[in-house]
């Protein structure tokens, strides 16, 4: 019933920029919470950063300083600008909702995955 289509990945040199977006749609009544998750080759997948109420609340140690999270609740999507972007960097990025239909249901979305790649 929700539907996530993250956008931005692809291939960048080590030191690089990428912005993700994801964008929610679908029965939505309202999204209280969205981030990004990201699964690296042979590890478990982590979390990235995290938006409760339309601010960033939650960095993994590891992008602190580097990433930042943003969210338009109008337009239902988040965004994550990655700075800086170093090799361990790689990893599949998932975007995650925390929302609650407009049944009145609250329930967990994934998107599909952006690949994100960085090598030189």
């Known amino acids: 019933q929700v539907q996530l289509v993250e956008s931005g990945g692809g291939l960048v040199q080590p030191g690089g920029s990428l912005r993700l977006s994801c964008a929610a749609s679908?029965?939505?009544?309202?999204?209280?919470?969205m981030g990004w998750y990201r699964q690296a080759p042979g590890l478990q997948r982590e979390l990235v950063a995290i938006?409760?109420?339309?601010?960033?609340?939650n960095y993994a140690d590891s992008v602190k300083g580097r990433f930042t999270i943003s969210r338009d609740n109008a337009k239902n999507t988040v965004y994550l600008q990655m700075n800086s972007l170093r090799p361990e960097d790689t990893a599949v990025y998932y975007c995650y909702t925390d929302s609650t239909s407009t049944r009145g249901y609250r329930i967990p979305n994934w998107g599909r995955g952006t690949q994100v790649t960085v090598s030189s």
């Open positions: 938006v409760t109420s339309g601010s960033p609340t």
């Open positions: 679908g029965s939505i009544f309202s999204i209280n919470a």
